[in-house]
């Protein structure tokens, strides 16, 4: 009797765990998105941009559209693209979600591209710098800096409060 018991136990447990892992995996949204996301290395970062995931197939910055105006040091002229998790975040303005991703296209006064810099938020990176890893390309997609940019973060640093982006309010809420 005593070993009914125990199977009987044991076999409740093992549900009760089976099931607690699946609610945990149908209430995780970024489930599936967050199996395929690069790791923090600009390399990695542009395959997933350009070959995994298109950025130009992104949404864009809500609000903004194909060549808006911009400040220095970016450009005169900005296209801003944000992943679904930076979409969501925007939206949510409760700071960034790990593994949001903003890729901004750098253009001049001529339409021509000057530089692709990217912001994308891993958790664990850079606590202290928010968690961004920083990236800038040319427009060949050539990598010119990548990781803890003390330029990027310097100048970003003053809106930290925003969590160190300009573009649009995406914290405070
Ligand atoms: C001197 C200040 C300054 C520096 C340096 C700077 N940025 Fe920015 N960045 C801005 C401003 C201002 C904006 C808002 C867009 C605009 O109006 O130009 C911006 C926007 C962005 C955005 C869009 C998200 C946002 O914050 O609004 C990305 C991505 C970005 N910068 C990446 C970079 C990277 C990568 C570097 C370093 C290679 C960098 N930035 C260096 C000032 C700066």
């Keep these: ?9 044991i076999l409740t447990f093992c549900a009760g765990i089976a099931y607690a892992a699946h609610e945990k995996a149908i209430t995780d949204p970024y ?26 197939n992104w949404a864009m910055w809500p609000g903004k559209g194909k060549l808006y105006k911009g400040k220095e040091p970016h450009g005169s002229l900005l296209t801003t693209y944000v992943n679904e ?3 969501d975040s925007i ?9 949001a991703m903003i890729i ?37 997609m050539e ?16 809106v930290k409060d925003n969590d160190y982006i300009f573009t649009g309010k995406v914290a405070g809420k």
Aim: glycine letters at 8%; one cysteine or more; hydrophobic letters at 35%.
């Design 1 to 9: 009797m005593k070993k009914y018991i125990m199977i009987l136990f």
């Design 143 to 158: 990598i010119q800096a990548e990781g803890k940019v003390k330029d990027c973060m310097d100048c970003h640093g003053t």
């Design 85 to 87: 998790i930076a979409l």
């Design 91 to 99: 939206n949510k303005a409760q700071g960034m979600i790990d593994r």
């Design 31 to 56: 489930r599936e998105i967050l199996k395929h996301m690069p790791k923090a290395a600009a390399g990695d970062l542009r395959y997933h941009i350009t070959i995994h995931k298109p950025y130009q």
């Design 104 to 140: 901004k296209e750098n253009y001049d006064a001529n339409k021509k591209l000057m530089a692709v810099t990217v912001m994308y938020k891993v958790k664990g990176y850079n606590p202290e710098g928010g968690d961004w890893f920083w990236a800038k390309y040319d427009p060949k």
